[in-house]
C-alpha cells in the first residue's frame, strides 16, 4: 500500500510540476481570431480560448507574436510551446506537427462581384485572376488547381485584396470563412483603421460567393512528438467546450454575424 502511495504521489509531482512551467504560446494577430484592444491588449477568438483552456487545465502562459510565415520555424526551434493562430490541419503539416482537436472548422470560400455575370461557378476561373493572401496556403492551393489561374498574392492583407477585387484588378477572392463579416457585413471588428478605410471605400460593390470548400479544421499545433500530455488535455478541454458551447459563444462573439 504504501509503496502504491508512493507511486501515486509521484505522478502527482510530476503532472504539478509540468503545470508549473510558464509556456511560450506562439500567436499571429489575424483579426477577428486575434488581434489588440484599444488598451493594447490582446483579445479575440483565440485569446479568449487559451485562457478558458488554460483555467480549465491549470497551466500558465505568455504570448509571443509574429507573422504567421515565422510561426513553423518558432515550433520546431523550441521559440514556442504551442501556436494558436488558426493553423489549420493539412497532410503536409501533420508530418511534423502534432495537432489538438479542432477548435473550429472555417470554410474557404471563393467570392466575384455581384454583377460579373460571366463567373457563376468554379470552372469559369480558368485564365483569370484571383486574390488571395500570402499566409492562407489553403487559398492559394485552391487558386492553383484552377488551370491558367493568375494569382494575385496581396502579402497577408485581407483590406488589399478585396480592394483588387472590387476595382477589378482581380476577378475573384478566396478567403477564409472567418473574414465574411469584414468583407460582406461590412463589420470590421479588430482590424486596423487603415485597412477599414480601403473597405469601407468600396463597401456599396456588392460580392456573392461562388463556392465554399471545407478543410479538416484548425487547431492548436505542437512540435511532433513534445508536450503531449498538454496537448492531450488541451483536446479533452476542446472537446467539453464543443458540447457545453463555450466554442459557439465565441464564435457568436467574434465571427458569426446576425446570431
Not at 508512493?6 to 508549473?20: N, P, R, T
Not at 493594447?40 to 480560448?49: C, V
Request: aromatic share 10%.
Amino acid at each position: 500500500m504504501n509503496k502504491i502511495f508512493k507511486i501515486f504521489a509521484l505522478s502527482v509531482f510530476l503532472l504539478s510540476s509540468a503545470w508549473a512551467k510558464v509556456y511560450t504560446v506562439g500567436i499571429d494577430y489575424y483579426p477577428p481570431i486575434n488581434y489588440t484592444d484599444d488598451k493594447g491588449n490582446p483579445t479575440g477568438y483565440e485569446i479568449e480560448l487559451l485562457e478558458a483552456l488554460s483555467k480549465e487545465i491549470g497551466f500558465k502562459y505568455k504570448i509571443e507574436s509574429m507573422k504567421f510565415s515565422e510561426l513553423p520555424a518558432a515550433i520546431v526551434s523550441g521559440k514556442v510551446d504551442f501556436a494558436i493562430a488558426f493553423i489549420t490541419i493539412t497532410d503536409s503539416r501533420k508530418a511534423w506537427l502534432d495537432f489538438t482537436e479542432p477548435y473550429f472548422d472555417a470554410k474557404m470560400i471563393a467570392y466575384k462581384r455581384t454583377d460579373d455575370k460571366s463567373i457563376t461557378k468554379m470552372s469559369n476561373l480558368s485564365g483569370k485572376t484571383i486574390a488571395v493572401v500570402t499566409d492562407s496556403s489553403t487559398a492559394v492551393n485552391i487558386a492553383k488547381s484552377i488551370p491558367d489561374a493568375n494569382i494575385l498574392i496581396t502579402h497577408n492583407n485581407l483590406a488589399r485584396a478585396v480592394e483588387a477585387l472590387k476595382t477589378k484588378k482581380a476577378d475573384a477572392l478566396i478567403i477564409e470563412s472567418v473574414h465574411t463579416p469584414a468583407v460582406i457585413y461590412n463589420k470590421y471588428l479588430g482590424h486596423k483603421q487603415k485597412d477599414i478605410s480601403i473597405m469601407e471605400k468600396y463597401k456599396n460593390i456588392e460580392l456573392k460567393k461562388i463556392e465554399s470548400f471545407d478543410d479538416d479544421g484548425e487547431a492548436i499545433a505542437f512540435k511532433k512528438g513534445e508536450n503531449e500530455e498538454l496537448r492531450k488535455k488541451m483536446s479533452e478541454a476542446i472537446a467539453k467546450f464543443k458540447a457545453d458551447g463555450t466554442l459557439q459563444r465565441l464564435a457568436f462573439k467574434y465571427i458569426v454575424v446576425g446570431h
